[in-house]
């Protein structure tokens, strides 16, 4: 009787040892991605612009490691405004390719090209006219002969110590998979804004759809003081409304200045008790930075890391309507 692998008793391997393995299958699968690079070629480019010209669905279409990928390629598709969809091989044969229009595209994953499963597919999509992709490590297999376009998958050797697991091989689909989803967004003008679209949910959609005035403090939240006021007034907004800042106005209510705990903390070293009764205006920071209230919050956290600060004065024209911290942008998972 075979004893099965969790069996049999542990091989005794060095850690020096383990861990060169496990950097031997990285490196493995790294130059097979730089051989399929180097020899990409005008395929590659007719599939990306038959997938962008296709006014149906791409049709994904794999089985076993190789559906597991395809799952992943339409996934990546869609989430970049691409409608995709995964249809399983043997499902597709068994009544799922009802769902399969003449305006569609299809892309089948083998790797050798010749899994019956994926070929069956083969007959409707030309008797319907929908257009087909090949992926296959195998050029000249059934599934690459009956292909419209066919991308090169062919690897010298899986990754893995036997040489046997699909590792290389599926490591490159993927990598394929993605190159024509970078190609296609690039085709269809995608833009960030569109990109939110199709992620409403979270941080993805937050980062990318929050505006400052959802998460700004307005009102009576808003740390604010006239500059001819003392700075224990200062101080007063600063520990009561919780920003650690006080926005400094002049007599027309335009913002004119910042004052921080920061900048309290050295006046106090500088100058002692006495400080407190000094004008705002003699030390606080002018020309704060700020935002208007319709930009989107992941701009508003991009000028606080620029600048190494975490507040920042919100304002229509000049006049402030609002406070925004860097522990807002958090909360909101935005950060």
């Known amino acids: 009787m075979v004893s099965l692998p969790n069996e049999r008793e542990a091989r005794r391997i060095s ?44 049709v994904v279409s794999g089985l076993g490691k190789s559906g597991l ?67 296959t490590g195998n050029l000249n297999s059934r599934l690459a002969r009956n292909a419209d376009v066919v991308l090169d998958a062919g690897i010298r050797r899986e990754a893995d110590p036997l040489g046997l697991a699909p ?20 085709l269809r003008g995608l833009c960030p804004e569109d990109f939110a679209l199709f992620h409403p949910g979270g941080s993805l959609g937050k980062k990318l759809l929050l505006k400052v005035e959802e998460l700004m403090g307005t009102g009576e939240r808003i740390p604010i003081v006239q500059d001819d006021a003392a700075v224990k007034r200062a101080l007063f907004e600063i520990t009561s409304k919780g920003y650690g800042t006080a926005l400094v106005v002049g007599q027309t209510g335009s913002l004119v200045g910042i004052f921080t705990d920061g900048d309290l903390r050295r006046l106090l070293e500088d100058r002692g008790p006495e400080g407190l009764e000094l004008p705002v205006s003699d030390v606080m920071t002018r020309r704060p930075k700020t935002i208007d209230r319709e930009k989107l919050a992941a701009e508003a956290l991009a000028l606080m890391e620029h600048h190494e600060i975490s507040v920042l004065a919100v304002v229509e024209g000049e006049i402030p309507v609002g406070i925004i911290h860097l522990h807002d942008l958090l909360k909101a998972g935005v950060a």
């Open 69 to 135: 990928i395809g799952r992943k390629i339409a996934a990546t598709l869609a989430s970049l405004g691409t409608p995709a969809f995964f249809l399983h091989a043997t499902e597709g044969s068994h009544g799922d390719l009802g769902m399969v229009r003449r305006e569609d595209v299809g892309l089948f994953i083998s790797h050798s090209g010749e899994t019956r499963e994926v070929l069956e597919l083969l007959p409707f999509f030309r008797r319907i006219g929908a257009p087909v992709i090949a992926m």
């Open 15 to 58: 850690d020096g040892d383990l861990l060169e393995i496990g950097r031997g299958v990285i490196r493995a699968e790294a130059e097979e991605l730089g051989r399929a690079a180097d020899r990409l070629g005008p395929e590659i480019v007719k599939a990306a612009r038959l997938v962008q010209s296709c006014v149906g669905r791409l």
């Open 167 to 186: 590792t290389s091989s599926t490591t490159l689909q993927l990598a394929l998979g993605d190159a024509l989803s970078g190609m296609v967004t690039e």
